[in-house]
């Protein structure tokens, strides 16, 4: 079993930054792949970023290529999203996934590749 605890979300004007954290528990941590989805109001949950562990390769949704970054902490058992330039578009829960092994590239945006889910902050961006 592996439990996600997502933490960092909160206002921010738009232009601003945040970056959210993923506390990991449970499994083996370096073997994992963790993605970063959201939901906004009314619309279906989207893929914003995702790292796999081993190799340490990373996939961004276009729409936060440039302004978002993915990094983990293996001894911390943590994952980040530092998310700069924030836009109002932005505004959304955010969640943190994760498998216990790697996903493939061409799959990693896919919700249906993760096992484990956050309870997902809020991150609202406003002008």
């Known amino acids: ?7 960092g ?4 004007q738009t ?3 945040l970056r959210l954290s993923c506390i ?3 499994r083996t941590f370096n073997r994992h792949t963790v993605g970063w989805f959201r939901q906004a109001p009314g619309k279906e949950r989207e893929s914003v970023a995702a790292i796999r562990f081993t190799g340490g ?3 961004y ?3 936060v290529k440039g302004r978002f ?16 330039n924030l836009k109002d578009e932005d505004t959304g829960v955010y969640y943190c996934a994760a498998r216990a092994g790697q996903i493939i590239l061409s799959a990693l945006h896919l919700s249906s590749q993760y096992e484990y889910w956050g309870q997902g902050t809020q ?3 406003s002008s």
């Open 57 to 59: 390769s990373t996939y």
């Open 24 to 26: 990991t528990s449970g």
């Open 1 to 7: 079993q592996v439990q996600l605890v997502e933490s």
């Open 61 to 63: 949704a276009d729409s």
């Open 9 to 12: 979300g909160g206002l921010v």
């Open 15 to 17: 232009g601003g930054s």
């Open 123 to 125: 991150v609202t961006v």
């Open 69 to 84: 970054t993915i990094s983990g902490d293996n001894a911390k058992k943590i994952v980040y999203l530092q998310m700069n």
